[in-house]
């Protein structure tokens, strides 16, 4: 729905926002970006659960119901949309804004003029000094929360090591290092770079798009790796991943097959008689083909038993 970069520069924090959005109207474009920039929070809020749910297990108090699971991660959102609406309503007005990026860009031969432009023009007024804040601080404490269960974590599970089956040990393990680059992306590699990214701008005065946009795309790095590893370690993640691919590569290519015969037929079809005789062949070929990839629609499962001397097919479905 929106993309965007940072703009920085002395007192002023803007983001310069494109996307989908714009068609609409660009009051939704500054709701979703203060919702994305309140999901970088929350995001990390759902590891700190995640820490204290797999601490919770591994001191056999029992597992938290599913609802129960959901409701506190609603419940910790709540405070987020306050502070989405304080920002939306606190925002500098557009003109004062663009006047601001302008004194750079005006004579750099990037328009401005198709964004959005949400954000202050002077951070040190006190209510966009309190949202800042909490945009800052509040990170610092759900981090810090996270190192610190991280290390709780990995001694409840040394202290419990001897005493665990092998795939309790094997379980807690995967979980153990999902968790562990969860951390990694959200406190270790992603708030330097952002930090790094906004103190070039303040410093320097340098400002160009493709810094202005490292700094949401920094953001955006944990989302995409937390989830891979998470398919990638936990055993049952990773064989219903590997199911799902299998099945869609196959209906991908059975749809494929299916589509390429039929025109194919088609085309021979209404070709002139006189020439229908040198399409005979590949009109045989085109419906044989057919068939083949309609069979699959027949049958559940299908598989090929070879021995020694023997030879035979294990097929099951509406034909049997």
């Known amino acids: 729905m929106v993309d965007g970069r940072l703009f920085v520069d002395s007192t002023a924090v803007i983001s310069i926002l494109e996307g989908p959005c714009i068609m609409i109207s660009e009051r ?167 930090s790094i990214n906004a103190l070039i701008q303040f410093m320097f005065e340098f400002h160009s798009p493709g810094l202005e946009g490292l700094f949401y795309d920094s953001v955006i790095f944990p989302t995409i790796v937390n989830p891979s590893t998470t398919l990638y370690f936990v055993a049952e993640y990773r064989e219903l991943m590997s199911f799902g691919i299998h099945i869609f590569v196959y209906l991908l290519l059975v749809v494929y097959g299916i589509s390429v015969n039929v025109v194919t037929i088609a085309v021979i079809l209404e070709r002139n008689s006189k020439t229908m005789k040198y399409s005979l062949l590949l009109l045989n070929t085109s419906i044989f083909g057919l068939s083949s990839n309609l069979a699959p629609f027949c049958r559940d499962s299908f598989s090929v038993f070879l021995d020694s001397n023997t030879a035979f097919c294990v097929s099951s479905g509406p034909n049997s």
């Not at 040990?169 to 968790?179: D, P």
């Open 28 to 194: 939704l474009c500054s709701i979703t970006a203060g919702y994305m920039h309140i999901n970088m929070i929350h995001s990390n809020t759902i590891v700190c659960i995640s820490f204290w749910y797999r601490l919770r297990i591994l001191t056999a108090k029992g597992p938290v119901g599913r609802i129960r699971l959901q409701a506190a991660i609603l419940l910790l959102f709540i405070p987020h949309m306050f502070q989405i609406a304080c920002t939306c309503i606190t925002v500098s007005p557009r003109e004062i804004l663009e006047a601001t990026v302008d004194r750079f860009y005006e004579h750099n031969n990037c328009s401005i003029e198709h964004h959005v432009l949400f954000g202050f023009n002077d951070i040190s007024e006190l209510r966009p000094a309190l949202i800042m804040a909490y945009l800052v601080f509040i990170p610092i404490v759900i981090n810090t929360y996270i190192v610190r269960a991280r290390k709780q974590l990995l001694a409840t599970f040394n202290n419990k090591l001897n005493i665990m089956s092998t795939k309790s040990r094997a379980i807690h393990k995967s979980f153990e290092k999902v968790l562990t680059i969860s951390t990694a992306t959200t406190t270790i590699i992603v708030p330097p770079l952002m």
